[in-house]
Nanobody, 118 residues
Framework: QVQLVESGGGLVEPGGSLRLSCVASLSGISFVFYRMGWYRQAPGKQREMVAYITGNGATTYADSVEGRFTISRDNAKKTVSLQMDALKPEDAAVYYC??????????WGRGTQVTVFS
């Protein structure tokens, strides 16, 4: 079982920065075997992948955030973070932490709201 708790959301002006964090509580399978990711969902839209990182640090980003967002993880602390810079109004959404072990074994956090306004 895996529990994920996100933090760090908030209000920011366009061009600003936020850092999201997610702490995992888990038993059984080691945290390093989970691919950790961030997804987001804006009102009226489907949830979409923002970025993910494998246990050995390989990263993948959505085209819309490449070069502005940076995902990182600390396997010892069982955390994953998302540094978001140069935020745009279209980045506003609820951001969800995801832990994926396999196609049928994955978990979601409750989400944290990011609002970008001028």
């Amino acid at each position: 079982q895996v529990q994920l708790v996100e933090s760090g959301g908030g209000l920011v002006e366009p061009g600003g920065s936020l850092r999201l964090s997610c702490v995992a509580s888990l038993s059984g399978i080691s945290f390093v075997f989970y691919r950790m990711g961030w997804y987001r969902q804006a009102p009226g839209k489907q949830r979409e992948m923002v970025a993910y990182i494998t246990g050995n640090g390989a990263t993948t980003y959505a085209d819309s955030v490449e070069g502005r967002f940076t995902i990182s993880r600390d396997n010892a602390k069982k955390t994953v973070s998302l540094q978001m810079d140069a935020l745009k109004p279209e980045d506003a959404a609820v951001y969800y932490c995801n832990a994926r072990y396999s196609d049928i074994s994955y978990y979601w956090g409750r989400g944290t709201q990011v609002t970008v306004f001028s």
